[in-house]
């Protein structure tokens, strides 16, 4: 069977009264109930309504089987019976669903809707019960035994809770918009008072069962009470909604619209107490799925109690519910399981960056250790280097490696504690910390967390993160992290941090002791073209939309744009050269252009622009000048020192934007050469009556540091004896007034920019040698190294004889 829904009291009204009142004759019916014999009757199921004797309402049928039913009945002026189901979802309902006992009817009309539909008006006779049923297709048949309704004992009484009922209804229909005018008018027409009750009960805004109960009430005047008792309650609940938009609706204008809607649901949370508690049982349901400790559970039920305490309406009452929300948002106890399979990490390692032996390496050896341990604090990595190695993707190959969740913090231009230790949550627009905030994000308490720039942290008004780091980064200490929003420790021993910078001048040395520092040197030539195979090219293509057979490029083409377009220790400036090669191949293919993907060096040249010159020969091809050795934030790189003589006192002149230090070498080197200038072969009287200059090119650049020094005082000798520097040899070192050679830092940086720059000798300080010892070989092969301990060999070594 179908579902049957009863049409609204309104449309019952103005159309199942007026068909009443025009075509039907109830003393007819009443003589026809009378005279019926009729032994099986017809079963209607429906939904969502009850019929009462007496009452006249419209069904709606549109199953084939209902229609059928109706039509059947009609032609054969039969009565039906009219049940409800128990369950108003099930839509073929078995005698199980139904209830027994319902409502014998008449059809008196019938009116065939549009879409196939059909509408039957129905008149309500007798209760029945249904004894037993006897067909169930195409639609119910059924044996049924009738019953009578119980009188009430005493009649006065009675009728008084009639008129109570009928004045309670008059009531419900002034208050309820949605209940029609014409409502009003039935009931004060309606004289018996059987009648009456059955009418209320039938329209009445009652629940489906509850009307069910009403039925089999057999006696009326139990029936009549608990209609009375149920209008009430929906009398109460009628004034309250009324009171509620009177008190909403009190001085509303256009500005007031939306402070309306907010206030009209906290009234109704205050009114009716759903708001706090829904909160309350949804942080309960989300602590219950959360793996704490007992500190942390005991810490909980403290603000989840304060919650309960605090008012809707109060501002605290939000900034206590985003606390509670962070705090059952973290992951607290919940962990990754790291894989130890230390052959397939290093296959990822491999395959994600070439090169970086020693950082592969000591994660290696991190994943060994915890595999034969099972237990370990997770290990605090500083990766030192020039930009555009692979420092801050390596991060994200560890985690891969480890099978860890990766989140990067970046804390360039980070000036503010609070973004390391969050605020205290009575601030408004408080938050935690990025640690946890990051920690939240990924979801588990042994995530890989790379700091990206840590040598960026600045210092301003408001605290130094650099210093609310060093609690993060102790694994002494972050066992009980000390968050402001929080309000209690956290432990990030489990995490891994794995922190970047290029330069360590600027990173407090309490922070740096409590670091594993690992320098990542630049890449040397053969490393870049191996890079730029395996990665770069292949990125350039699919960026630029080109498939791999778009543009090739070899060897001798890669190595040619590495030294003859790009100076640098990374792979940036290299990524930057071969995107402008994949567009201009973008843009041949677009013109439907014929050109050679395999790319020559002239070519490269055309699409990048002249190349700068490869040989330094020619600018160190005059006496006084020298290639000095120089480590900046970007990596290695090579300057030169210039220095000239002319007629004057002996004064000393030195620019080039030099820094104290520098300045300080310059002096120093010829304070030495005029206390030694006999054994340097330079007379006192070209000391005496010559003026020297120091310059240092590109003038706009700042210069600074103690490694130039041994260059100052070469270039100086040079120009004093008039003998030129031997072309292709570089040098750097400190010296000291009584002509000792220090050692100075950045040797691999350095020694790199000198391959990078076609240098074939170097003179470093013998101090130095463990350094380049440490470098692979591979890596020094086309240069000679010089070690010294006094600038006597210097000179002897960097002058042409």
């Not at 309504?49 to 009945?73: C, D, Y």
């Not at 049924?144 to 004992?153: P, T």
């Not at 360039?412 to 408080?430: P, V």
């Not at 290299?574 to 201009?584: C, D, T």
Request: some cysteine; aromatic content about 6%; hydrophobic content about 35%.
């Amino acid at each position: 069977m179908t579902e049957f829904e009863d049409i609204s009291l309104e449309e019952m009204i103005s159309d199942g009264f007026d068909i009443v009142a025009e075509e039907i004759n109830l003393s007819d019916l009443a003589e026809t109930e009378k005279n019926s014999e009729q032994k099986i009757f017809p079963i209607l199921p429906v939904r969502n309504m009850v019929m009462f004797p007496n009452v006249v309402i419209p069904i709606t049928a549109g199953r084939k089987a209902s229609i059928q039913l109706l039509e059947e009945a009609q032609i054969n002026g039969d009565f039906i019976g009219i049940v409800s189901q128990k369950n108003s979802d099930i839509e073929q309902p078995t005698e199980k669903d139904l209830y027994h006992t319902g409502t014998l009817a008449k059809i008196i009309k019938i009116i065939k809707l549009p879409e196939g539909n059909i509408t039957a008006i129905t008149k309500g006779f007798h209760r029945f019960k249904i004894k037993k049923i006897l067909e169930n297709q195409p639609y119910f048949k059924a044996e049924i035994s009738k019953l009578k309704d119980g009188k009430a004992k005493n009649k006065e009484e009675y009728e008084a809770l009639l008129e109570n009922v009928k004045d309670l209804a008059l009531k419900i229909i002034e208050l309820d918009p949605n209940i029609p005018n014409a409502a009003n008018f039935a009931i004060k027409n309606i004289n018996n008072n059987d009648d009456l009750l059955n009418f209320i009960c039938t329209n009445a805004n009652f629940p489906s069962s509850v009307k069910q109960s009403l039925l089999e009430e057999k006696n009326l005047m139990e029936r009549a009470n608990k209609c009375y008792e149920m209008m009430h309650e929906d009398f109460r609940k009628l004034e309250l909604r009324n009171q509620i938009h009177q008190k909403t609706s009190k001085d509303l204008d256009k500005q007031q619209k939306e402070y309306f809607l907010n206030q009209q649901i906290r009234t109704i949370q205050e009114e009716l107490g759903g708001g706090p508690e829904s909160d309350v049982e949804d942080l309960i349901t989300k602590a219950s799925t959360k793996k704490w400790n007992a500190e942390v559970e005991e810490h909980f039920q403290k603000e989840i109690n304060r919650l309960q305490r605090q008012n809707p309406n109060s501002p605290d009452y939000n900034v206590q519910r985003n606390y509670l929300d962070f705090f059952t948002d973290l992951p607290w106890d919940t962990f990754t399981k790291d894989t130890f399979d230390i052959e397939k990490a290093e296959k990822v390692l491999d395959k994600a960056h070439f090169g970086l032996e020693d950082i592969k390496k000591r994660i290696l050896e991190h994943m060994a250790v915890l595999k034969l341990k099972n237990n370990m604090k997770s290990p605090i990595l500083l990766l030192v280097g020039p930009p555009g190695v692979g420092k801050t993707s390596l991060g994200k190959s560890v985690a891969d490696a480890l099978g860890r969740k990766y989140v990067r913090v970046s804390l360039g231009g980070l000036h503010d504690e609070s973004e390391i230790r969050g605020h205290r949550k009575t601030y408004i627009g408080a938050m935690a910390g990025r640690i946890l905030q990051s920690i939240k994000k990924s979801g588990t308490s042994n995530p890989v967390i790379v700091l990206d720039e840590i040598d960026k942290v600045g210092k301003g008004i408001h605290g130094d993160p650099s210093s609310a780091l060093l609690e993060v980064l102790d694994p002494e200490q972050n066992k009980a992290f000390y968050d402001n929003f929080l309000e209690m420790g956290y432990d990030l021993s489990k995490v891994m941090f794995i922190a970047t910078a290029n330069s360590l001048s600027t990173i407090q040395t309490p922070l740096l002791d409590r670091m594993e520092i690992i320098q990542i040197a630049g890449y040397t030539l053969e490393e870049k073209i191996e890079i730029a195979k395996r990665h770069l090219i292949k990125k350039q293509q699919e960026e630029n939309g080109l498939t791999a057979k778009s543009f090739k490029l070899g060897n001798p083409e890669l190595k040619h744009i590495v030294e003859a377009h790009t100076s640098e220790s990374g792979v940036r400036s290299l990524e930057k050269r071969l995107a402008s090669i994949a567009r201009w191949v973008a843009l041949q293919t677009a013109l439907v252009k014929e050109y050679d993907s395999k790319i020559s060096l002239e070519k490269v040249d055309e699409i990048l622009g002249v190349p700068r010159p490869k040989s330094l020969s020619e600018l160190t091809d005059v006496p006084g000048v020298v290639t000095g050795l120089a480590w900046t934030s970007v990596g290695g790189d090579i300057l030169f020192i210039e220095s000239i003589l002319s007629n004057g006192k002996g004064a000393l002149t030195m620019t080039g934007n030099l820094g104290t230090v520098m300045k300080e070498s310059a002096t120093i080197a010829l304070e030495y050469i005029k206390a030694k200038h006999d054994e340097l072969g330079i007379s006192q009287e070209d000391i005496e009556k010559k003026n020297i200059h120091v310059h240092v090119p590109e003038g706009a650049t700042p210069k600074d540091g103690p490694s130039a020094g041994i260059a100052m005082l070469t270039s100086m000798v040079s120009s004093f004896k008039n003998k030129k520097v031997k072309p292709h040899l570089a040098m750097t070192g400190e010296i000291t007034l009584r002509g000792k050679v220090l050692p100075v830092g950045g040797i691999k940086e350095k020694l790199l920019a000198s391959t990078r720059a076609g240098i074939k000798d170097v003179i470093l300080c013998e101090a130095n040698r463990k350094d380049v010892e440490e470098i692979k070989k591979d890596y020094l092969k086309n240069l000679n190294v010089h070690y010294v301990n006094r600038m006597e060999e210097v000179v002897e070594i960097a002058l042409e004889k």
